[in-house]
Structures are given as C-alpha cells and as structure tokens.
Nanobody, 129 residues
Framework: QVQLVESGGGLVQAGGSLRLSCTAS????????AGWFRQAPGKEREFVAAVSWNGGSTPYADSVKGRFTISRDNAKNTVYLQMNSLKPEDTAVYYC??????????????????????WGQGTQVTVSS
C-alpha cells in the first residue's frame, strides 16, 4: 500500500516562503510522476505543479509560475514544493499525489487529477495579508 505524507505547511505572512515535502512509503517514488494540488475553502481542488519521474518536465499552473518550484529527490523518496512570494490567495490545503501506473516517458507530468492514483492527506498553508 502506497502512502504519501505531506509536511511543511503552516502560517506565513504575505511575501514569505514555505517548502512543502511529500514522502512516499510502500514503494519507490522514483519511477512515477508526482504532482501538487490545492483546495481553498469553497473551491474545487486545482492543479499547482507536477514533475515527471526523472525531473525532465515540470509544468506549473499560471497562478504560481515564477513563484513556486517543484523538485524531487528520488534517493529520499521525496518530492518538494518551494513556495516563494506567497499571497493570501495561495491559502489552501495542499495535496501531494503520484501515479498508480508506471509510464516510461520521462516528460510525462500530468495536470489532471484523474491521472493520479495515490494521494496524501494534505497540509494546510495559510498566508496572512
């Protein structure tokens, strides 16, 4: 059974930074794409960023491009989301996800939630103005 555990969330002032981590157990993370999604109160869960299994592709949502950076350390079975220049509208629960099925394409980093089969429990990020 694959388990994903997010950490690093918290309360930060606008303009500040946080780094989220997502660590996998139950199987190696290194052969699968991973993504970060978020859900703000009263809104649907949305795509934030993704990374292909080898790091060759890292698409971002337009709302976070230039401020957030996704990366992975396959040796540590961990994916990160570095969030800089945070805004109050970034306040949300952030979820990590990974694929259920291996895809060999090193540039495959899907934006759609339906392409991910395993999800973490989420970590709260609150940005105060």
């Amino acid at each position: 059974q694959v388990q994903l555990v997010e950490s690093g969330g918290g309360l930060v002032q606008a303009g500040g930074s946080l780094r989220l981590s997502c660590t996998a157990s139950g199987r190696t993370f290194s052969s699968y794409a991973a993504g970060w999604f978020r859900q703000a109160p009263g809104k649907e869960r949305e795509f934030v960023a993704a990374v292909s299994w080898n790091g060759g592709s890292t698409p971002y949502a337009d709302s976070v491009k230039g401020r957030f950076t996704i990366s992975r350390d396959n040796a540590k079975n961990t994916v990160y989301l570095q969030m800089n220049s945070l805004k109050p509208e970034d306040t949300a629960v952030y979820y990590c996800a990974t694929q259920r099925t291996y895809i060999s394409n090193g540039y495959y980093a899907p934006r759609s939630q339906v392409d991910y089969g395993y999800w973490g429990q989420g970590t709260q990020v609150t940005v105060s103005s």
